[in-house]
């Protein structure tokens, strides 16, 4: 058997296992409480609201037990967007007050919320975003505008809406709003199909003419993209935990499969090209490990996780979809069938190399932080590169 000597890791796989594998399909609000019961909305959430407020690598612990022992991906997925990005950000920038209007709701499930971001034009450039925050005069708001793709858009209570006060100072003119998702003048619209992640709902949120108040605002008018970037940060650094534990339950299958199916008088194991495949499934899941907990640690030490996010999202998602397309390959033609259910592993893994930011966004990130694109300064070079040029 892999690895699965952590209390939490085991005690959530159990858990996930025997309570959210039940073979419904879709997004149901009974699971989303029974979560709430074990206690799942309340791990980073602070004690005197009602959370556990546990490190950010016992949180990702019990995410990717979560991952391995639940076979529907879209689930965990959702759970852990609200978890990570939403209900953190919402603990970190929110007043006293907003806590206390928001948070207790949040963590005993009565209260789902979604990131409200992205637009049919604008993704990862923020500076894009035209949702408009027109001020009153009194201190409220007036918002218009469209938001697409937003996870658990179609079912949630509360939003996080970014909106422009200033469409020419680009992220610097966005403010954050909390909204209820049933305000007048909010119209959300129905789940959009896709290719997996089906039991994760995501869909438009139209916004017309809703007027919010001075206590809506989260954090400060103008601190929206400086909020965002947080949020992704802690999307990209947590967030994947619970696809290393889909991966680990890939990886077990094929190992499964690999021991069980005979060809030749033998098990198939025994072929290095299916035992050596194996081993670089075993590879890449262990390497995404050691960068997601290490982002975790970085995170709970008060360290940057800029770098360090990017890279554990880019590895992550990226072993999710190679070792799915693996597992399936290692199975032949039945991984090929619904029946056997390496296919969904496959669609849902696919999903991971766009959110968060695309994988070609991670590696814009890092190759900024390396400074690739910036030239060496003259003093530096050496040789005929430090010569005078005419």
């Given at each position: 058997?892999?690895?699965?000597s ?23 609000r ?188 989260l ?6 993209g ?52 194996i ?9 995404s ?8 640690a970085?995170f ?14 880019l ?28 296919e ?6 696919i ?40």
């Amino acid at each position: 058997m892999l690895d699965l000597s952590h209390p939490r890791k085991i005690a959530a796989a159990n858990w996930a296992r025997d309570v959210l594998t039940d073979g419904v399909e879709g997004f149901h609000r009974e699971r989303w409480q029974r979560a709430a019961e074990f206690g799942v909305q309340g791990l980073t959430l602070p004690v005197e609201y009602g959370g556990t407020d546990v490190s950010g690598v016992e949180a990702m612990l019990t995410f990717e037990g979560i991952g391995l022992g639940c076979e529907d991906n879209g689930a965990v997925f959702a759970l852990a967007s609200q978890v990570f990005p939403g209900q953190m950000s919402l603990a970190r920038f929110s007043n006293d007050e907003q806590r206390r209007r928001w948070l207790p709701g949040l963590r005993d499930g009565s209260t789902i919320a979604a990131f409200a971001m992205s637009e049919p034009h604008a993704g990862s450039d923020t500076s894009a975003i035209t949702t408009i925050a027109t001020p009153l005069g009194d201190g409220s708001y007036r918002l218009d505008g469209e938001k697409a793709w937003v996870t658990l858009g179609p079912v949630c209570d509360l939003l996080v809406v970014f909106a422009t006060t200033d469409p020419s100072a680009g992220r610097w003119g966005l403010t954050a709003f909390v909204v209820d998702a049933a305000s007048p003048g909010v119209e959300r619209g129905a789940a959009e199909p896709k290719m997996g992640m089906r039991s994760c709902p995501f869909g438009s949120i139209r916004l017309d003419n809703c007027v919010v108040g001075a206590d809506d605002v989260l954090g400060a008018p103008g601190a929206g993209g400086g909020i965002f970037t947080a949020a992704v940060e802690i999307e990209r650094a947590f967030l994947y935990a619970a696809q290393l534990g889909s991966t680990e339950r890939v990886l077990q299958r094929s190992i499964d499969r690999a021991r069980s199916r005979e060809q030749f008088g033998q098990p198939i194991g025994a072929f290095q090209a299916v035992s050596h495949r194996i081993v670089e499934m075993k590879l890449r899941h262990e390497a995404s490990r050691l960068m997601l907990y290490s982002a975790a640690a970085k995170f709970d030490r008060g360290d940057s996780v800029t770098m360090a996010a990017a890279l554990a999202k880019l590895l992550a998602s990226e072993t999710a979809v190679s070792s799915a397309l693996d597992g399936i390959r290692v199975h032949g033609a039945e991984g090929y069938t619904d029946a056997c259910g390496m296919e969904a592993e496959l669609r849902d893994a696919i999903a991971g190399l766009a959110y968060s930011g695309t994988s070609e966004i991670q590696r814009n990130i890092v190759a900024r932080l390396l400074r690739i694109d910036r030239p060496v300064p003259a003093r530096r070079r050496t040789g005929k590169e430090g010569g005078n040029q005419s």
